[in-house]
């Protein structure tokens, strides 16, 4: 009798394993049903779901990042997942990158208007206002907005996807890139780096992507010098001083450190005159009222010329958009410690000294680990020049001994030149966008959605049109 009952025993324990599980699939499937946008308020119809709300990171202090999701336009179950972080730091990825780049609307006036060159065509993309205090992002204790780093900010955003897996499990095992621009330049390498380092997790991570980026603050900002005066916003004499009394690196260095030299001074405000007010260093072909959201930037152009970046044509509309009640209910957002969301955070304390922190070698340490790296430049910003970022490049593929397999050469979109480009073995790119700015898929959202196709797929950009 005794061996005769085993086999019942056993089916009997294996049902009740599959109804634990499937409850468990159920509960976790529901999590994200939460989250489900129906309709945000004046969208097209889509055929593609979104989602949006707050994962929390610290249940004790009520830390909680908030996240917007756009599913993949066409069969999202074959798409890869991408993560993209906008920088600052303290700039929101949902008014920055989703809102004014490469999501799948743009606000004009009452309406949302669809965005044909969407980078969730190619990927299920997902934005995250990142870090605490950004954005909708908020904690109920506000001494998490105080001395916030780069280590706090790579913690939470690898505690934020583990937890955000829970709530899409379906997406666990998909392929991962990383992508970013700016201060994502830090925010980056430095996840990608935990996520290697964090045995308890497997991340499926396929590679990472860098949009004009701050990768060695020293190299990155003393390249501002040639390129103003290469496309003739300082004079001869200027350029020397720039680069001989007073280089830019050392400026901010001092600035952050509360003691500008007055020699500096001098130098920095003559460039300030020379430049212009009126032209946008984040493009400087653009008029100043068609350009990108520039303020997610402020941090890399200290005292008043952080003002004169922020581009008030466009910012207005996203501000005004997502400070609508009914836009806020349909993203399930709310606002915590603050009267209204904002593109940059005012109330976060961020360490920018941290700008000085190098994560060149992080990348070095992805490449190493197997983690494909692009780094990409839209070629009229003159905040953080494609020469700065190409001659790190260049100089990380010769200490890896990386021999250059695409010469450098132009890559094309449609009939015309998107750029020019050089690689080195199959783990190592450097990319430009012709005619972008610091915020390239704004500027140029064609050429922005063929580099990024041919990122996802891992070839060389196009030679031919």
């Known amino acids: 009798m005794t061996s005769l009952s085993l086999p019942w025993k056993t089916i009997v324990v294996a049902l009740v394993l599959l109804h634990i599980t499937s409850s468990s699939m159920k509960a976790r499937a ?69 809102f004014s780049e490469n999501g799948p609307f743009r606000p004009s006036g009452e309406v949302l208007v669809r965005n044909e060159h969407s980078w969730n065509r190619e990927a299920n993309m997902l934005y995250l206002e990142t870090p605490i205090g950004v954005g909708f992002s908020y904690s109920t204790d506000t001494s998490s907005y105080e001395a916030v780093n780069d280590h ?151 005292q008043q010329q952080v003002t004169e970046a922020i581009d008030v044509c466009v910012e207005d509309e996203i501000v005004n958009y997502l400070n609508r009640p009914d836009v806020q209910k349909a993203l399930h957002a709310r606002l915590v410690g603050v009267r209204q969301w904002a593109v940059c955070s005012n109330i976060l304390d961020y360490q920018l000294l941290d700008v000085e922190i190098p994560t060149i070698t992080i990348v070095g340490k992805l490449i190493k680990a197997g983690i494909p790296v692009l780094v990409y430049s839209g070629d009229q910003d003159s905040v953080i020049p494609l020469t700065g970022s190409r001659t790190l490049v260049h100089g990380l593929a010769e200490q890896l001994g990386l021999n250059t397999t695409v010469p450098y050469r132009v890559w094309f979109e449609g009939q015309q030149v998107g750029g020019w480009t050089q690689a080195y073995g199959n783990m190592l790119s450097f990319a430009t966008i012709r005619g972008a700015s610091h915020e390239a898929p704004f500027s140029q959202p064609e050429r922005s959605l063929v580099l990024f196709r041919s990122f996802l797929e891992g070839r060389p950009l196009p030679e031919v049109f």
């Open 30 to 98: 529901s999590l994200s049903e939460l989250d489900r946008i129906s309709l945000l308020p004046g969208q097209p119809q889509v055929g593609f779901q979104q989602y949006s709300g707050y994962v929390t990171v610290d249940e004790k202090k009520q830390r909680a990042l908030f996240y917007y999701f756009a599913e993949a336009e066409i069969d999202p179950a074959s798409k890869p997942l991408v993560l993209w972080l906008n920088g600052g730091p303290g700039c929101s990825s949902l008014g920055v990158g989703a």
């Open 152 to 302: 706090i900010t790579a913690r939470d955003n690898l505690l934020f996807l583990q937890k955000w897996f829970e709530k899409f499990p379906q997406y666990k095992n998909r392929s991962l890139f990383i992508t970013g621009e700016s201060y994502a330049g830090h925010y980056v390498p430095q996840l990608a780096e935990l996520m290697l380092q964090y045995k308890e997790y497997q991340f499926n991570l396929k590679g990472i992507a860098l949009g004009n980026p701050v990768l060695e603050y020293t190299t990155d900002f003393n390249s501002r010098a040639e390129f103003f005066w290469s496309h003739g916003l300082i004079s001869d004499s200027t350029y020397k001083m720039f680069t001989s009394v007073c280089n830019y690196s050392r400026y901010v260095s001092e600035y952050y450190r509360g003691s500008v030299s007055p020699i500096c001074s001098r130098v920095m405000s003559q460039v300030s005159r020379e430049t212009s007010k009126f032209v946008d260093k984040y493009d400087v072909t653009l008029d100043v009222c068609i350009s990108s959201v520039f303020s997610q930037s402020k941090v890399l152009l200290p």
